[in-house]
């Protein structure tokens, strides 16, 4: 599946805090980022529901200072490439609901169901 146009695409690096993690959604309007170490390998996916979940369950204490790294939030990702097929992403899509789109090794763009149902529409 080849979208249209180009997206940027938003990361944090295993050692950046929750905050920084909760600024860069808020600020760029997603609600998940790729993680990744400091040589920009893929680790995994930090969800907005996972951030909340931790945050609801520390009872008020600050948590933001804390290393994602040192969390439970990052979580594996399926990753897919540029020419996933749509079978094989409709797949995916029944066990994750997202994916991270890499090519060479680089992260090009996060895939949803939405961009999906979006893709078809279009077509």
Known sequence: ?????????????????????????RAFGVSQLPVTNSKGALLGLVEEVNVLKMMLDANGTDITNIAIQD???????????????LEALMAL?????????????????????????????RR
């Open 71 to 85: 969390t439970k939030l990052i979580s594996a990702t399926p990753t897919v490439t540029p020419n996933t097929s």
């Open 93 to 121: 899509f029944n066990q994750h609901a997202v994916a991270v789109v890499q090519e060479g090794g680089q992260i090009v763009d996060i895939v949803t169901k939405i961009d999906l149902i979006d893709f078809l529409a």
């Open 1 to 25: 599946m080849e979208r249209a146009g180009h997206t940027q695409v938003f990361t944090v690096k295993c050692e950046e805090t929750i905050g920084h993690v909760i600024e860069k959604m």
